[in-house]
T-cell receptor, first 112, second 112 residues
Framework: QKEVEQDPGPLSVPEGAIVSLNCTYS??????FMWYRQYSRKGPELLMY????GNKEDGRFTAQVDKSSKYISLFIRDSQPSDSATYLC????????????FGTGTKLQVIP | DGGITQSPKYLFRKEGQNVTLSCEQN?????MYWYRQDPGQGLRLIYY???????QKGDIAEGYSVSREKKESFPLTVTSAQKNPTAFYLC???????????FGPGTRLTVT
């Protein structure tokens, strides 16, 4: 079993829809949770990170962490064609080792 | 403009040849990382460096080597010992917190 599981998609939604992207994980030591956006043939771009449980909002993006269920989500409101990309979740254990565990990514397509 | 540069964008090599991928950052970040990305897999850590003249192996260091002689630069050499070198290579840096990494645009290496 992988430490981080992420549905690869693709996920196709109409423009303006609310998008929900999710990851599950097995390592209860993870404390930092990140979301990256990666356009085709480009490097990942950090969207946001959260510490421990709770929600964090940044514009149209909301990250949610449920540590009791080992489940994290990224919501995109009013989705735009420019949001079409692969979204990677990532997690880190603050135990001192400089390691981030990445999900495989979910490919999102927002259709105009 | 601050950022991370990787060169070249595309690289082609014959099997048995060593090849060096460049990574430069002007963000004044202390930590730098090298990842490999393959289809259907999450990013995998090859090497990381927290300070100049010091670096540690990641999860898949076999067949790779690095140096960190300057804060701004962290080149990766893919040696002929790497059994499956064709991949997309990503360099990242962070001030110190591993959960806030910023990525370069990547180098796609093809070995035939």
């Amino acid at each position: 079993q992988k430490e981080v599981e992420q549905d690869p998609g693709p996920l196709s939604v109409p423009e303006g829809a609310i998008v929900s992207l999710n990851c599950t994980y097995s390592n209860s030591a993870f404390q930092y949770f990140m979301w990256y956006r990666q356009y085709s043939r480009k490097g990942p771009e950090l969207l946001m990170y959260t510490y421990s449980s709770g929600n964090k909002e940044d514009g149209r993006f909301t990250a949610q962490v449920d540590k009791s269920s080992k489940y994290i989500s990224l919501f995109i409101r009013d989705s735009q064609p420019s949001d079409s990309a692969t979204y990677l979740c990532a997690m880190s254990d603050p135990g001192g080792y400089q390691k981030v565990t990445f999900g495989t990514g979910t490919k999102l397509q927002v259709i105009p | 403009d601050g950022g991370i540069t990787q060169s070249p964008k595309y690289l082609f090599r014959k099997e048995g040849q060593n090849v060096t991928l460049s990574c430069e950052q002007n963000l004044n970040h202390d930590a730098m990382y090298w990842y490999r990305q393959d289809p259907g897999q999450g990013l995998r850590l090859i090497y990381y460096s927290q300070i100049v003249n010091d670096f540690q192996k990641g999860d898949i260091a076999e067949g790779y080597s690095v140096s960190r002689e300057k804060k701004e630069s962290f080149p990766l050499t893919v040696t002929s010992a790497q059994k499956n070198p064709t991949a997309f290579y990503l360099c990242a840096s962070s001030i110190s917190q591993v959960y806030e990494q910023y990525f370069g645009p990547g180098t796609r290496l093809t070995v035939t």
